[in-house]
């Protein structure tokens, strides 16, 4: 999963559609996440070079001439963005080809001013955060997997009546064909959880009207994020909320992420201070980065509607 390649793919289909050209070859190695301004390796000579390969064409002559175009193009498209992110796009448009400023004032001024920096760091720090926050859940439910009724929600009588051998009513969460899920409203739930997943971590996110929160691992619902022995129930015992309630009306939906091997990015470690975490471009990043690191990850996927 190269999430930063479908970003970078649809800025392409944005700003470069068609055929192969020297703008698009360049923009795709230039501006590609490996090629960053850290990077030392990738110089505009190698840059070049890639170009080459990709076009058949040698390229390094007229390298920074065709940079400069593209940061044209860019800026062209994504100007009022940039400048409203703090980018200098003034400077961006008066440097010369070789990356100088016009007149002697701003040469001394932005000496080291680098264009292709600047646009680099805004489009992976900026634009990708923001693609990130708009995309990244449809992206993660796309690869769920059908695992039909992972996900239940039931009454504190029904969770008894189970343990105790005798039956309650069940008619809770209803799924019947071509009739979506339901939860009733103003009503204490339970959530069962039941992935055949024993010990792997799990993440479960929930996203509706009022916004998109991490429910597993979190200081009001769950501590701790580790399937020991499936089906498990949410909220887990002594925590801030013993039940949940849905008092609008809507979808609800339940993305879960399991995962063989744990993480331990800082937002996972449930805190007081921040009892329910939210879901952000920043985090997300994050995620995904350590997703691409492991292959013995899945997804799962449920929605379900707040009805009276």
Known sequence: MNIKQNFQNQIVEEL???????????????????????????THKVIAKLMKDDLGVYCEEKISQTIRKVIEVIHKAYGDEMKADGVNTEALLNLKAGGTLKGEEDEERHKK?????????????HKY????????????????????????????????ALHAGTKAPTVRTRKAPEIKPTIPANESLLMEIDLEYPNYQLLLFNRSQQGKILLCPSFVYAVNPIIEK????????????????????????FL?????????????TPREEEDL????AERIKELFEQLEQQDSWQVFYQNFEVVK
């Not at 001013?113 to 720090?125: D, G, R």
């Not at 975490?277 to 952000?280: F, G, I, K, L, Y």
Request: one cysteine or more.
């Open 16 to 42: 470069f559609s068609g055929n192969l050209s020297e703008e698009k070859a360049c923009f795709l190695r230039r501006f590609a996440p490996e090629n960053h301004p850290d990077n030392k390796a990738s």
């Open 113 to 125: 001013f680098s264009p292709w920096k600047e646009v680099y760091n805004w489009l992976w720090n």
């Open 129 to 160: 955060l923001r693609w990130l926050d708009a995309n990244s859940w449809e992206i993660l439910q796309k690869k769920a997997k059908s695992a039909p009724n992972w996900l239940k929600f039931k009454t504190t009588e029904e969770i008894l």
């Open 230 to 253: 499936p089906p498990i129930l949410l909220p887990q015992k002594d925590r801030l909320e013993d039940t949940f309630m849905f008092e609008e009306m809507g979808k609800e939906e």
């Open 256 to 268: 879960a992420i399991v995962l063989e091997k744990h993480l331990s990015l800082p937002w996972l």
């Open 277 to 280: 975490p939210t879901w952000n």
